[in-house]
T-cell receptor, first 112, second 111 residues
Framework: DGGITQSPKYLFRKEGQNVTLSCEQNLNHDAMYWYRQDPGQGLRLIYYSQIVNDFQKGDIAEGYSVSREKKESFPLTVTSAQKNPTAFYLC???????????FGPGTRLTVL | GQQVMQIPQYQHVQEGEDFTTYCNSSTTLSNIQWYKQRPGGHPVFLIQLVKSGEVKKQKRLTFQFGEAKKNSSLHITATQTTDVGTYFCAGPKAAGNKLTFGGGTRVLVKP
């Protein structure tokens, strides 16, 4: 089954802790993305990667970090510097940047 | 920077009625894509329009790309409860650029 997976589905953390969200795809896509969605709001781009070992900041990169060491994987770390990290985080991938995006099921992060 | 706006933000529709949601970009788009996100779910790709003035249909859904490639519309005929969700438009400024998403239109259907 080809697709994009995110884990875990729900995540709880204490304030001040870093947390890493997983995103894996077996679609052989070059481009991968991380979005943040707040309740009732649209999608805001955090980081994206057009190819392995390369990534660019999106619109709201402050307090987040990423890596792209493998084509299949694009983990997102929410650092303690992110002032309001509680949100729904969506990972997506596409064949090329700007093309049709396939989304993972998302991770709901709650920071207590 | 590039901005994509969608109106209305919320749409309450009586089951069986038609409605239209609109998407407007501050810049010309290389293409326009539409996604649907069911409550509690993730966005799912619906369609992509590339040509100026292009119109595509998917059953009761009709998508249109404006002549200037700066706006788009989604028209749903005979709304059903399965149409509930948030519809997002998105487009890259140029081929190979990242997508900019609109804020979405949240559709609620009254049975």
């Amino acid at each position: 089954d080809g697709g994009i997976t995110q884990s875990p589905k729900y995540l709880f953390r204490k304030e001040g802790q870093n947390v890493t969200l997983s995103c894996e795809q077996n679609l052989n896509h070059d481009a991968m993305y991380w979005y943040r969605q707040d309740p009732g709001q649209g999608l805001r781009l955090i980081y994206y990667s057009q190819i392995v070992n390369d990534f660019q900041k999106g619109d709201i990169a402050e307090g987040y970090s990423v890596s792209r060491e493998k084509k299949e994987s694009f983990p997102l770390t929410v650092t303690s510097a992110q002032k309001n990290p509680t949100a729904f985080y969506l990972c997506a991938s596409s064949t090329k940047t700007g093309g049709e995006q396939f989304f993972g099921p998302g991770t709901r992060l709650t920071v207590l | 920077g590039q901005q994509v706006m969608q109106i209305p933000q919320y749409q309450h529709v009586q089951e069986g009625e038609d409605f239209t949601t609109y998407c407007n970009s501050s810049t010309t788009l290389s293409n326009i894509q539409w996604y649907k996100q069911r409550p509690g779910g993730h966005p799912v790709f619906l369609i992509q329009l590339v040509k100026s003035g292009e119109v595509k249909k998917q059953k009761r859904l009709t998508f249109q790309f404006g002549e200037a490639k700066k706006n788009s519309s989604l028209h749903i005929t005979a709304t059903q409860t399965t149409d509930v969700g948030t519809y997002f438009c998105a487009g890259p400024k140029a081929a190979g650029n990242k997508l900019t998403f609109g804020g979405g239109t949240r559709v609620l259907v009254k049975p």
